[in-house]
Nanobody, 125 residues
Framework: QVQLVESGGGLVQAGGSLRLSCAASGGTFRSYCMGWFRQAPGKEREFVAVISWSGASTYYADSVKGRFTISRDNAKNTVYLQMNSLEPEDTAVYYC??????????????????WGKGTLVTVSS
């Protein structure tokens, strides 16, 4: 059983930056691909980014490509999401997730087995 705890959310002005962290415990971190998802008020949860177990492969939603960067530190059992040039539309609860399989052919459909409880990001205009 893998436990995931997100941190780093908060209130930021449009154009600003935040870095989210997700600390994993209870499993073999390096064996999981890791992803970030988000859910805005009144909307369904959506894919943001995913990273392979080695960190060699990363994929992003079109809406965040060029602004967000996912990375991982397997020595620290932590995955990060660096968010730059934030927009009010990025306001959401951000969830970290771990998947025991490979990244799917369509990365947005990668199966995730474990989820964190989320951290709120609010971007003011």
């Amino acid at each position: 059983q893998v436990q995931l705890v997100e941190s780093g959310g908060g209130l930021v002005q449009a154009g600003g930056s935040l870095r989210l962290s997700c600390a994993a415990s209870g499993g073999t971190f390096r064996s999981y691909c890791m992803g970030w998802f988000r859910q805005a008020p009144g909307k369904e949860r959506e894919f943001v980014a995913v990273i392979s177990w080695s960190g060699a492969s990363t994929y992003y939603a079109d809406s965040v490509k060029g602004r967000f960067t996912i990375s991982r530190d397997n020595a620290k059992n932590t995955v990060y999401l660096q968010m730059n040039s934030l927009e009010p539309e990025d306001t959401a609860v951000y969830y970290c997730a771990a998947g025991g399989g490979r990244i799917a052919t369509d990365p947005t459909l990668t199966a995730m087995d474990y989820w964190g409880k989320g951290t709120l990001v609010t971007v003011s205009s």
